[in-house]
Every structure is written in C-alpha cells, then in structure tokens.
C-alpha cells in the first residue's frame, strides 16, 4: 500500500443545536479538531436540484483513521473545512485492508 500524502490542515466539524434566545434552536458548525488529509478534486457534475440545475464539485479527503464510536472518526453528519471552503461528508470507507486511513467521499458546500 502507497502511503496517502497527507498535506492539507483541515478541521473537522460537526453540528451543534444552540438556544436562539426565543425558545428554539440554531444549527451551527463546531470544530472538533485537525486532521492531515490527502484532497482530489474531480470533475464537476450537473445535479437536478428542484426545477434548475447545479453544479457539485466531488472531493476525495483521506484521513488517518479513528477508532469507530470516537468523535474524531469522519461521518456523513460531519464535515471538513479548510479556510472558506467546506467539504460535507457523503461517505466514508477504509481506504486499505488494515484500517489505518479513511477515504471520505465529499461535496464543496457553501462555506457557511
């Protein structure tokens, strides 16, 4: 197995419910933490999204693998940031049979 070049700082996030001051609640993203990563981008590909079209840019982040159950292990309900860009998390697999980096397929989302 080729070790992944791991050269990309990014943080992982995940959602967090917080009180919005009227009796509800607010979605915001909170970093848990750095990770290395390995990106590649593919190709854009048109998406059907309720009468129009977009335009989704696929990326392949690798990552050292955390154990399953811990709060650094990538998941579809997390996602990477790096500055201004945000990657959210479709789905992860283990990239090599010893379990040792995860291959996280993701979607560039508005960085908000």
Same mark, same amino acid.
């Given at each position: 197995?080729?070790?992944?070049?791991?050269?990309?700082?990014?943080?992982?996030?995940?959602?967090?419910?917080?009180?919005?001051?009227?009796?509800? !609640?607010?979605?915001?993203?909170?970093?848990?933490?750095?990770?290395?990563?390995?990106?590649?981008?593919?190709?854009?590909?048109?998406?059907?999204?309720?009468?129009?079209?977009?335009?989704?840019?696929?990326?392949?982040?690798?990552?050292?693998?955390?154990?399953?159950?811990?709060?650094?292990?990538?998941?579809? *309900?997390?996602? !990477?940031?790096?500055?201004?860009?945000?990657?959210?998390?479709?789905?992860?697999?283990?990239?090599?049979?010893?379990?040792?980096?995860? *291959?996280?397929?993701?979607?560039?989302?508005?960085?908000?």
């Amino acid at each position: 197995m080729i070790r992944p070049h791991l050269n990309r700082r990014l943080t992982l996030e995940a959602q967090a419910r917080t009180a919005d001051g009227a009796g509800g !609640f607010v979605s915001v993203w909170q970093a848990l933490g750095t990770v290395w990563a390995s990106l590649e981008v593919g190709a854009p590909r048109p998406v059907a999204e309720a009468e129009r079209m977009e335009t989704v840019q696929p990326v392949k982040v690798t990552v050292r693998a955390a154990p399953e159950g811990d709060p650094a292990r990538p998941d579809r *309900t997390k996602r !990477f940031r790096e500055g201004g860009r945000a990657y959210a998390i479709q789905s992860v697999q283990l990239r090599d049979p010893r379990g040792l980096y995860l *291959t996280c397929h993701c979607i560039e989302e508005d960085g908000q």
